[in-house]
């Protein structure tokens, strides 16, 4: 949805989402976990493990920015805010941003970015091959973030395309499941299943009512 | 009578009752001065490795434990000590949590005093020893021993206690033990992750007899010169340095010898990650991951590559002959 287009379907009244610092402000926001980690590096706040503690940090802010940009369209339409919708793609980037963290994190702490032995452990942990089939998917999805590869595949199988991203949700509980369950422990895992599944459970129920 | 007779036991001299602690502090500094080098480049090398070998400061958390010089081969290593504020707040102990850091958090109800460490079994001797006299029961040494977890990382930590060997001739195991049993506390009013379905309650280790006996096979009270904090397992515990530290039970409460080899808790819980041995091995992975490497926690800087895992944990040539003939990739 281009802008022009969406101011269209505004009321009169203006939504905060269209002041022109709504922007740089929710970039900015989005931020913030990645320079909470910088800092707690920095002043060495990560424990005894810190690398462990980053691949972990940046696993959970993956799965929190995901949340986040599966909420848009929810809110957007319960609220009845289009202006909602200029956040998505920006807000999708970050979940690939911080994805690419933990990829980054996890070779370079886990294993010494030696190739060899990543491919190595995505063919022997099946976690690992699931979080990584994550990451690839979603590769996918920011290549085709740009205008021109949106206007190159056409508006309808650019969005058919990017429906992925509700299968990249299911492979990343799936992955974060995968990894708790050696502990038997799955409190959060629950609660990131549950907000997930509340958000494609709303998509579901109004592609059936339709 | 003065003179003791060897079935009387002989007590041993502790270091503190010969030294006062402020002359051996003040000797420990005079060391380090030296190892600076204003002792002279001659003497800064022996004096390095002195200094080297006591590279930590009493933390000051619990009351300090004496202890003298072990003479037990390979006990003594020359690695530089992890830090007290990662050992004591980095813990798999599930009995309080899953998380790394739960122990350190919840520890604080388990109540060490009074305790009693029930021998049962295969032995001449059977009953309930007070920790009171279990700490008396053998001259206490510090052991500075490599520390592996089955989960990729490692430390090193000065220990205080005795080789269990000193306890297990003291109740002396019948021809037909050859397996010894390690039950650990399981109480739930004191300990919010028993009940927790990660594992069967208590949890119990094992080793075989010979294991046991070996010198190296630590009886633990204390470490860094101090008692055991409660998140380390205290009042007492096992350390196996050559094995995975999941083997070394903590907070113990029960020691029984037995003839078949025990049903150990992880090994329960998945037979096919955790065998009975779980020797530390680089070439035997576990099936989820490679043992292959270890991060030294608090050593490795976040993007310093990880050390290569040694066989039996650096340990082989004072254990290898435990397992001569073995296939180690069966008994894993």
Same mark, same amino acid.
């Given at each position: 949805?281009?802008?022009?287009?969406?101011?269209?379907?505004?009321?009169?009244?203006?939504?905060?989402?269209?002041?022109?610092?709504?922007?740089?402000?929710?970039?900015?926001?989005?931020?913030?976990?990645? %320079? $909470?980690?910088?800092? %707690?590096?920095?002043?060495d706040? *990560?424990g005894a493990n810190p690398?462990?503690?980053?691949?972990?940090?940046?696993?959970?802010?993956?799965?929190?920015?995901?949340?986040?940009?599966?909420?848009?369209?929810?809110?957007?339409? #319960?609220?009845? $805010?289009?202006? *909602?919708?200029?956040?998505?793609?920006?807000?999708?980037?970050?979940?690939?941003? =911080?994805? *690419?963290?933990?990829?980054?994190?996890?070779?370079?702490?886990?294993?010494?970015?030696?190739?060899?032995?990543?491919?190595?452990?995505?063919?022997?942990?099946?976690?690992?091959?699931?979080?990584?089939?994550?990451?690839?998917?979603?590769?996918?999805?920011?290549?085709?973030?740009?205008?021109?590869?949106?206007?190159?595949?056409?508006?309808?199988?650019?969005?058919? #395309?990017?429906?992925?991203?509700?299968?990249?949700?299911?492979?990343?509980?799936?992955?974060? =499941?995968?990894?708790?369950?050696?502990?038997?422990?799955?409190?959060?895992?629950?609660? =990131?299943?549950?907000?997930?599944?509340?958000? #494609?459970?709303?998509?579901?129920?109004?592609?059936?009512?339709? | 009578?003065?003179?003791?007779?060897?079935?009387?036991?002989?007590?041993?001299?502790?270091a503190?009752?010969?030294?006062?602690?402020?002359?051996y502090q $003040?000797r420990r500094d005079?060391i380090r001065l030296m190892a600076t080098?204003?002792?002279?480049?001659?003497?800064?090398t022996w004096a390095g490795r002195e200094a080297l070998a006591q590279s930590w400061v009493a933390p000051g958390q619990q009351?300090a434990l004496a202890r003298a010089k072990t003479?037990v081969a390979g006990a003594l290593s020359m690695e530089k000590v992890t830090e007290y504020k990662h050992a004591s707040t980095y813990n798999n102990?599930?009995?309080?949590?899953?998380?790394k850091?739960?122990?350190a958090?919840?520890?604080?109800?388990?109540?060490?005093?009074?305790?009693?460490?029930?021998?049962?079994?295969?032995?001449?001797?059977?009953?309930?020893?007070?920790? /009171?006299?279990?700490?008396?029961?053998?001259?206490q040494e510090e052991r500075i021993y490599r520390l592996r977890c089955?989960?990729?990382w490692s430390m090193v930590i000065p220990w205080v206690g005795?080789?269990?060997?000193?306890?297990?001739?003291?109740?002396?195991?019948?021809?037909? %033990?050859?397996?010894?049993?390690?039950?650990?506390?399981?109480?739930?009013?004191?300990?919010?992750?028993?009940? %927790?379905?990660?594992?069967?309650?208590?949890?119990? /280790?094992? *080793?075989?007899?010979?294991?046991?006996?070996?010198?190296l096979?630590l009886?633990a009270f204390g470490m860094y010169g101090e008692v055991l904090p409660?998140q380390s397992g205290a009042? #007492?515990r096992?350390v196996v340095p050559w094995?995975?530290g999941?083997?070394s039970?903590?907070?113990?409460?029960?020691?029984?010898?037995?003839?078949?080899?025990?049903?150990?808790?992880?090994?329960?819980?998945?037979?096919?990650?955790?065998?009975?041995?779980?020797?530390v091995?680089? /070439?035997?992975?576990?099936?989820?991951?490679?043992?292959?490497?270890e991060r030294r926690i608090g050593e490795d800087g976040?993007?310093a590559?990880k050390r290569?895992t040694l066989?039996?944990n650096g340990y082989?040539?004072?254990?290898?002959?435990?397992?001569?003939?073995?296939?180690?990739?069966? =008994?894993?």
């Amino acid at each position: 949805m281009t802008s022009a287009a969406i101011v269209g379907l505004l009321p009169r009244t203006k939504h905060w989402g269209l002041h022109p610092l709504a922007k740089p402000l929710v970039f900015v926001l989005a931020l913030l976990p990645l %320079a $909470s980690l910088v800092w %707690a590096v920095v002043f060495d706040q *990560l424990g005894a493990n810190p690398a462990q503690a980053l691949v972990r940090a940046t696993g959970d802010w993956s799965l929190r920015m995901l949340c986040v940009v599966l909420a848009v369209t929810p809110l957007r339409v #319960l609220t009845g $805010s289009p202006a *909602l919708a200029r956040f998505r793609r920006m807000l999708g980037l970050f979940v690939y941003f =911080y994805v *690419l963290l933990h990829l980054l994190s996890y070779s370079g702490f886990d294993m010494g970015f030696e190739v060899a032995d990543i491919a190595k452990d995505i063919a022997k942990r099946p976690f690992i091959l699931v979080g990584f089939s994550a990451f690839v998917l979603l590769t996918g999805l920011a290549l085709t973030s740009f205008n021109r590869a949106i206007k190159a595949l056409g508006g309808k199988n650019w969005q058919r #395309l990017h429906r992925v991203v509700y299968l990249v949700a299911g492979l990343a509980i799936l992955h974060f =499941y995968w990894m708790r369950a050696a502990k038997n422990d799955f409190a959060d895992v629950l609660v =990131y299943a549950a907000v997930l599944l509340l958000l #494609l459970g709303w998509r579901a129920l109004r592609f059936i009512n339709k | 009578m003065l003179i003791k007779t060897q079935s009387q036991g002989y007590v041993h001299p502790v270091a503190s009752d010969i030294t006062p602690l402020t002359v051996y502090q $003040s000797r420990r500094d005079l060391i380090r001065l030296m190892a600076t080098g204003a002792a002279g480049a001659a003497l800064a090398t022996w004096a390095g490795r002195e200094a080297l070998a006591q590279s930590w400061v009493a933390p000051g958390q619990q009351a300090a434990l004496a202890r003298a010089k072990t003479s037990v081969a390979g006990a003594l290593s020359m690695e530089k000590v992890t830090e007290y504020k990662h050992a004591s707040t980095y813990n798999n102990f599930y009995e309080f949590g899953t998380d790394k850091a739960d122990p350190a958090r919840n520890a604080h109800t388990l109540k060490t005093s009074p305790w009693t460490v029930e021998i049962e079994g295969l032995v001449k001797k059977p009953g309930r020893y007070a920790l /009171e006299d279990l700490l008396k029961l053998s001259a206490q040494e510090e052991r500075i021993y490599r520390l592996r977890c089955v989960e990729g990382w490692s430390m090193v930590i000065p220990w205080v206690g005795y080789s269990l060997s000193e306890l297990i001739k003291r109740v002396e195991p019948l021809g037909s %033990a050859k397996y010894v049993e390690f039950v650990t506390l399981a109480d739930p009013k004191t300990m919010p992750g028993v009940g %927790a379905r990660v594992l069967d309650w208590p949890y119990v /280790e094992g *080793l075989r007899l010979d294991e046991a006996m070996h010198p190296l096979t630590l009886l633990a009270f204390g470490m860094y010169g101090e008692v055991l904090p409660k998140q380390s397992g205290a009042p #007492l515990r096992l350390v196996v340095p050559w094995k995975y530290g999941f083997k070394s039970g903590k907070s113990l409460v029960k020691i029984r010898f037995t003839d078949r080899q025990p049903a150990t808790a992880w090994n329960k819980a998945a037979a096919s990650e955790y065998g009975f041995y779980s020797n530390v091995n680089p /070439e035997v992975d576990h099936p989820r991951w490679s043992q292959a490497t270890e991060r030294r926690i608090g050593e490795d800087g976040l993007f310093a590559k990880k050390r290569k895992t040694l066989m039996f944990n650096g340990y082989e040539a004072q254990v290898g002959q435990l397992y001569a003939g073995m296939d180690l990739k069966k =008994y894993f």
